[in-house]
């Protein structure tokens, strides 16, 4: 793990660090930011060669327009960097987020925060205290072999726990580990990258109680763990422990091309993962299995860039296809009988006009549409909940260059949260607190509209630091809801919502 | 330029959606009972839409109600598969009674059905033959403290008492009066020897020997108190609306005390306990401890209280004192013997899954149904961890647990029916899921507070 960090560390102080300060380099226009951040071969492949970020954000939101497993108020700190080194002919480059996050008044949280649309989780209604830690890493070593063939080995890491300090008490540690190798294919304005996705990962819950009062009795209903077997089957007091073992394939698919005055990035890939479920906890080789949960995870993106004289247009495409489904040992003993499903669909459209040459004021505008398809069933319980929704994000940025070469920016980002269709059935003989207290809040979440309005100031300077680019950075955001489709509210989901989000952050761009 | 981004979206959408994979999938499931009764017993028709029906879910405890039609269909549609209890319960006032059969009562008329560990994997139809019993106005138990107190803060066990009243109209003496601990499997695992609902099957016991229904006509003791006589069974006078409690040891719990071992046992938090000093009668095992196994010492906390008379231990196994399960596997019985019957001399049999017998082996007194003034089935609030029922539903159609689970400081109570004359007429419907209710802390006063009105 330490490796991992000074690794990071080492290719965000790159070589030539000085060399980008005092011009509009990657640091200073956000889309800039958008594409290097992207995947791996954009990173891989940026110009300049050598960059490096480090951020430090603190983040805090709060409200009742939530999830109904999202805590009503969350504090964050992450400290993110991001850099790519050139050492001859040796690239290294990658990401790596440490963050804490508190979670507070987080009901049915017994999970971990990562893993959404998977199943086997422990929940209780009770509200309570959350802590969750995570590191994770994506780094990326490839070496020019010659000009046409630059191999490289990609590693992904993961590193998660939760706990929580009200009973039933949760605890989660989570590992993943990724080993991705690949080629990438250099030709003339030409860039073909792929890669193999080969990975293992294990969690270990528990839930136990320091109040030996709650772990029998039911005097105290929202103190009784469940566990969720599905999206609406669960299973009172289970068990107090569980492991999960899985294991990933799949491929990715990059490629990057200019032609003219356009840059076209494309990515494709298509993930596959298996999770075993147990609630042996002797051996990580031999267990029986209990449950296992396959999720099928495609995405497609593309990234146009048109550079025109005074402008930059940036068109970003997007899509990602989800398909999980469950299988437990209740229902089929070789778990070919599925009680669970999830699709998730998600498709994006943005675009982005950016003024590229100016000397006092900027600005950038453009606008995103994104599309959701949420579909969740549960067999067993004869639910079935689909919720489509579009975002709709216009945008507007300005950008001020001070006489001392400091850099300001306004943006300003109103979205609309619009549902499309809405569709629910259940069984009332099979309905209990889960399907009441969390399907039915989060069908109505889904399902309502709400407007957002998002307010971004950034400040960048060369002053602190000669060889650095140093920045503040500020964000408030406030989401609301504005009624819904149908007049039935089905949940205690309330219809007058609101959300706060404000970050403020401080960043170095090396 | 917008309209095509749309029709990306629009495209992307459809195309994903096809992508989405067929998989066999697991069924909820439509079950349909009809309802009915022996019409030897119950020779008229029943209105059974006054029917209630209750399917439990054992994995979650959800509890689900359905009305029944006139002719005793009961559905449920969409249940989600797995293990359930159903509990049906049918109440006719009594005047709807007189009309109906053409017999004059001035009490109600209760039909009842209970049963556990139904696996219902997929659509299915039963026959429910609810059961008429006509309670016995007698001695009824009406106050059990199983559950125990907080295991360090509380008095663990030690603290545990039965309570019997006298539910007649006349005096009732308790002498020979006996309180059985009736024993079955304590566990839902399946296996041979084993009746449907996993109960063992008596009648598999090895030199099984007796008249009728082995596992319906008897119930199997782990334990049977027996209140003293003096021979003419006359020296426990119980008035109507009074009651006698048998404490497992008549000390005041709430303060601490000496053990036999000399030992002080201390008491953290008092107010998690009860006073059992003032208690009529204590279980002192030491006597039937020694009589059994000669050189052995009283158990530590089992005191003897020379101020209050101890019952006769006529069987007792698994334990060194009053020892009733906190987690609701055992059930519970009052009987008296007629004529010259001993309960000493009660055949006992092993449990029909040991097929061995040899001189360790515990064999069970076989208690006649027929002697059984009053049972109480009990159970653990939590359904998935309810162990199959130990008494027919003509002994009890019905179930009662404490909500606080155990250790919970927690009684079951019976429920207080109506006053007559000042006198408290407790509820006696061979239903203990009707006729029970839960005090938040047992109360072995006698009073007021120990009632539930």
Known sequence: ???????????SFPIHANSWVGKDSIYTQDYQQMIYRRNFLSHNLSTPKNFGEVSLIYSNSNGNRRLAQQAHNRQQVDFYAIGANQLGDFRISGDFLFNKVFDD????????????WTTFNYFASKAGKYERQNYKANLTLSYKFNDLIQPFFNVNYLSHWTTGSVDPRFESKKFEMKYNPGVILNFDNTNIAIKAIIGKGREGTGVSYKNKNYSQSLLYPDRVHYLNLGYGKISIRDTSSTRRYSSFVGGELTGHTQFGNIILDLNLSAEFKNDNMTNDLKSAQVYRKRAVFKEDNYNASALIQVLGNRHHHLITLDAQYLDGRDGLIEFSANFD??????????????????????????????????????????????????????????????????SGGDLIQFAFKPKAIVNMADEITYSINSLNNYIESVVLWDYDYYRTKAWKLDWNAKWITNKVSSQYLFGVYANYAMERNIGTTSTEILSRFPMQAIRNYFSIGVFLNI | MKYKLLQFVVVVAVFLQG??????????????????????????????????????????NEKYNAKSSADGKVSF???????????????????????LSGIWTEEDFHLNYSEDNLPYYSSSSASIPLVHSQPLENFVIKQIYFAGSHTTKGANFRDQFFEIYNNSNSVLFADSLCFAIVHGKTTNTTGDFLLPNLQYDWSKSLDMNSWGNANTDYIYAKAIFMIPSNGKGDAYPIQPGQSIVVAGTAIDHTKPYTLN??????????????????????????????????????????????????????????MNDLLMNPQGKESYVIFKTSG?????????????????????????PQVPVKYILDAVEISSVIEKNITPRRLSLQLDAGRIAVTGGPYSSQSVVRKTKKMVNGKRVLEDTNNSSHDFGVLLKADPSKGSTSFID
């Open chain 2, 261 to 318: 071992s000399n030992k002080e046992q201390g008491i953290e938090d008092g107010t998690l306990t009860i006073d059992l000093s003032k208690a009529d009668f204590e279980v002192y095992m030491a006597p039937y401890l020694r009589k059994i196994k000669p050189n052995s010492t009283p158990f530590a906390s089992d005191i003897d209280n020379p101020g209050v008379k101890d019952v006769e231990v006529l069987f007792a196994t698994g």
């Open chain 2, 19 to 60: 992508c989405k994979k067929d998989n066999d999938h697991v069924q909820a499931v439509d079950l349909v009972y009809q309802l009915e009764v022996d019409p030897s017993v119950v020779a008229f028709d029943v209105p059974f839409d006054k029917a209630n029906v209750v399917l439990i879910n054992k994995t979650n």
């Open chain 2, 77 to 99: 549609n969409g249940v989600t598969p797995g293990t359930y209890s159903i509990n049906v319960s049918l109440v006719l006032p009594a005047a709807d009674f007189t009309n």
């Open chain 1, 337 to 402: 009988k599925v009680n669970y499903t999830v699709n998730y669909q998600s498709a994006r459209v943005g675009y982005l006009l950016t003024k590229r040459d100016y000397i006092t004021w900027g600005y950038d505008a453009g606008v995103d549409i994104e599309y959701y398809n949420i579909e969740r069933q549960d067999y067993a319980s004869n639910l079935h909940v689909n919720n489509s929704f579009i975002h709709i994000s216009p945008q507007g940025r300005i950008y001020y260059r001070a």
């Open chain 1, 105 to 116: 008044s987080l009901s049915f949280g017994q999970r971990n925060d990562i893993d959404e």
């Open chain 1, 1 to 11: 793990m330490r490796f991992l960090i000074y690794l990071l560390i080492l290719i």
């Open chain 2, 340 to 364: 010259n019957v001993d309960p000493n001399n009660f055949p006992k049999y092993a449990i029909p899954t040991l097929r061995t017998l040899t001189d360790a082996t515990v064999l069970y």
